[in-house]
């Protein structure tokens, strides 16, 4: 069992820049690929980012590369991977609701096996 919490979302102009982070913690959240993803208003669920379970490889979707960046930390004690997802240059159609997620032992993140709650971001022109 693993379980993730959300933070950092808010509102922001065009051009302007949020963290997101994504505290992941359980037995064996070591063990996991993360990434996230994001739904807009009316829109599906769409993937953002993901770094592989060893942490070694990233992956961006096409319109937030060089954009974004995803890293991860984990805590001295092994209990809590710490997942978070840079955001510069901001801009309107990256409003959505941001999720983060974990797949076990992934190097691409694919089928989900858990999923956060959720935070907001709002860019605005």
């Known amino acids: 069992q693993v379980q993730l919490v959300e933070s950092g979302g808010g509102s922001v102009h065009t051009g302007g820049s949020l963290r997101l982070s994504c505290a992941a913690s359980?037995?064996?959240?070591?063990?996991?690929?993360y990434g996230w993803f994001r739904q807009a208003p009316g829109k599906e669920r769409e993937f953002v980012a993901s770094?592989?379970?060893?942490?070694?490889?990233?992956?961006?979707?096409?319109p937030v590369k060089g954009r974004f960046t995803i890293s991860r930390d984990i805590s001295r004690d092994n209990a809590t991977n710490t997942v978070t997802l840079q955001m510069n240059n901001l801009r309107p159609e990256d409003t959505a609701v941001y999720y983060c997620a974990a797949e076990f032992m992934a190097m691409v993140i694919s089928t989900i096996d858990y999923w956060g709650q959720g935070t907001q971001v709002t860019v605005s022109s």
């Open positions: 359980g037995r064996t959240s070591n063990n996991y690929a």
């Open positions: 770094i592989s379970w060893k942490g070694g490889s990233t992956n961006y979707a096409d």
